[in-house]
């Protein structure tokens, strides 16, 4: 029998500090047993694990030793390579020293391999780190959707995760300035169901057809391929939906090093409709167990010299020790009819719910306690989609949602090619093409055919409360770190965000102006 106790993920203090307010209600946490004996208990296999059934495995060479048990992998290439030699090692020729023959397919195929052993990078989130575990279900949610794996509290699936770094390279600083990614995988007897969320709570935009012009506001100069703060604050001046994502991603929540510790928000509203056919909003939230923690950009900047992989090399690193790293699943529901008396748009990714009028409801525990075995496979080939659902979950109107709706797949077609749900960490077991699910029964809508922006487009009030909510010195941060670099762009831009800062908190925009002449021996721009 394992010891029940009692854990949650954060106390509301704790939370204020790394703004994320705590939920009031509590989770009942099982003590994780091992890697084994959860996938033992679960009854599902877990995608990519090397125990898994009619798994095909590459024939070993006949030329080499068997190395002992104890052998470490470094020593057991060693003598792959230094005392056995396959006859793979050496092209055909006419004798010793004559030319190759065209004839060698095993050359050609060798070669060939090489060349196109590398996918396609994802257009975004290209640096990433994956983990595999389960999730378990300890408040069932029957009476808000069919869900089917939240139908009943004990039920286990596996899952795998991608953390990522949004806008990035293969050599981005894992605590870079950056929206971390959060996607995870729940293989179901019913089908795939994919959860993707970032760490920062909205976006820059709420319009997909924006989305492009917001990544590409990251992304060094296409001039000279050089890091230019105008090329994103000229953004930002076009965009004041995005202050909101300014003041968040520039506080200390925009640079982390270790993805234990990070949150993680759809972002998005979705929908869950029950088994009477009734339709509730709500947004989706991660809650690392060991609690929220950010650090500052002098942390950041002297990490990203030292150990740029710091966050991929502490989640594997604590999972090939044997330990687990765990999160908290909870959701905001909200009743569709509350958004004529709301002064925002419930539709709108820019915003935040309050959680005092929607309270987080937790629903269950996700235990990450095994590495990928090829990364390639299993992290690299992972596939999601805002659109793999099950019964019982649906997209709303979102418009930034109703844009991601399709465009994942088509990336991974291009990426991985047309099959790519072919490739086994991407599918449930005795997957087949109509397993594919279609949720929601269809709605009846009629209107004008419009290009229009929101009705109710309050784009400063929420960016005001966050910067209210911090404490003193994470004020100052986000003081520091708005005013570093809004001193080194035009004047005429930098006099748009000051404007925008100001509508959200006069305070802070004093602050930030004041700190740009400080930095920058300016004038104060009254």
Not at 183 to 208: M, Q, W
Not at 371 to 394: H, R, W
Request: aromatic letters at 10%; a neutral charge; glycine letters at 6%.
């Amino acid at each position: 029998m394992h010891e029940h106790h009692e854990e949650t993920p954060q106390t509301q203090a704790e939370r204020n500090n790394s703004n994320h307010t705590s939920p009031n209600a509590k989770i009942w946490i099982n003590e994780t047993a091992s890697a084994h004996a959860e996938e033992k208990s679960s009854g599902q296999k877990i995608p990519g694990n090397k125990k898994t059934e009619n798994r095909k495995t590459t024939p070993q060479q006949p030329l080499l030793k068997q190395t002992k048990k104890n052998e470490s992998a470094d020593n057991r290439d060693h003598l792959k390579w230094a005392e056995d030699i396959p006859a793979e090692l050496h092209s055909q020729t006419v004798g010793k020293q004559g030319p190759v023959l065209e004839q060698d397919n095993i050359l050609h195929e060798t070669l060939e391999s090489f060349v196109h052993e590398k996918i396609i990078e994802r257009p975004v989130h290209v640096k990433g780190f994956g983990a595999f575990g389960y999730f378990e279900t300890m408040h069932p949610m029957s009476a808000y959707t069919k869900l089917p794996f939240l139908q009943k509290s004990g039920i286990k699936v596996p899952v795998a995760v991608r953390f990522s770094l949004a806008v990035s390279t293969k050599g981005t600083p894992d605590t870079s300035r950056n929206v971390r990614g959060f996607s995870t995988k729940f293989y179901t007897d019913e089908g795939i169901f994919d959860l993707i969320c970032n760490h920062i709570p909205v976006f820059s935009v709420r319009d997909a057809i924006r989305f492009p012009e917001s990544i590409k506001a990251f992304l060094p100069s296409p001039k000279n391929n050089l890091i230019d703060p105008e090329r994103f604050w000229s953004f930002v001046a076009r965009a004041p939906e995005s202050i909101h994502f300014v003041v968040r991603i520039y506080s200390d929540a925009g640079t982390v090093k270790s993805f234990r510790h990070i949150p993680g928000h759809s972002v998005n509203t979705y929908v869950w409709r029950n088994a009477q056919g009734v339709r509730r909003f709500l947004k989706y939230h991660w809650i690392p167990f060991e609690g929220v923690e950010y650090i500052n950009s002098q942390e950041a900047t002297k990490l990203a010299g030292e150990k740029p992989d710091i966050a991929g090399e502490d989640l594997y690193n604590t999972l090939a020790a044997g330990k687990t790293v765990q999160y908290g699943l909870y959701v905001q529901l909200m009743d569709p009819d509350d958004t004529a008396n709301l002064s925002f748009d419930p539709l709108d990714d820019t915003k935040v719910w309050n959680e005092q009028e929607y309270p987080l409801l937790p629903i269950g525990k996700m235990v990450l306690n095994r590495n990928p075995d090829n990364y390639m496979e299993q992290v690299e080939k992972i596939s999601f989609s805002p659109s793999n659902l099950l019964e019982g979950a649906e997209l709303s109107d979102d418009k930034m949602l109703q844009g991601r709706a399709n465009i994942y797949w088509d990336s991974q077609r291009r990426r991985i090619g047309p099959n790519f749900r072919d490739v086994p960490v991407n599918h449930q077991k005795d997957w087949w093409p109509g397993n594919l699910i279609t949720s929601g029964k269809g709605r009846y809508v009629e209107g004008k055919l419009v290009r229009s922006d929101i009705l109710k487009q309050d784009d400063f009030s929420q960016a005001g409360d966050y910067y209210q909510s911090l404490s003193a010195i994470q004020q100052e941060h986000l003081v520091n770190n708005l005013a570093a670099d809004l001193a080194g762009i035009s004047f005429s831009t930098r006099r748009i965000v000051l404007n925008y800062l100001s509508k959200a908190s006069p305070e802070l925009e004093n602050r930030v102006n004041r700190q740009i002449h400080m930095q920058s021996k300016r004038p104060f721009e009254e």
